[in-house]
């Protein structure tokens, strides 16, 4: 019944700009914490940011003062605005969330940082 579905990847120059979209059916994002997830060809799946049903954020180390997450309860969406894209950004973004003890993924959307 939960389901995820990501969007806004694609294939942008080093220092370009990206905004991720996260649209769920099922749950209401406003009520739970929702994170956002990338892999990167050959390493293992990394949490890049969340936020709290509360609203309150956090972004990893590598993404600071570059990543924004944010919500919008109206729309059921959360969002990720990547600016000052590198090259060692790319990889397969997924937006994922824990409800009632299990863990729900989207299809994922592949952002890709390249001259």
């Known amino acids: 019944q939960v389901q995820l579905v990501e969007s806004g990847g694609g294939l942008v120059q080093p220092g370009g700009s990206l905004r991720l979209s996260c649209a769920a059916s099922?749950?209401?994002?406003?009520?739970?914490?929702v994170n956002w997830y990338r892999q990167a060809p050959g390493n293992q799946r990394e949490l890049v940011a969340s936020i709290t049903r509360g609203s309150s954020t956090i972004h990893a180390d590598s993404v600071k003062g570059r990543f924004t997450i944010s919500r919008d309860n109206a729309k059921n969406t959360v969002y990720l605005q990547m600016n000052g894209l590198k090259p060692e950004d790319t990889g397969v973004y997924y937006c994922n969330v824990n409800y009632l003890y299990r863990q729900y993924w989207g299809q994922g959307t592949q952002v890709t940082v390249s001259s």
């Open positions: 099922g749950i209401t994002f406003s009520s739970n914490t």
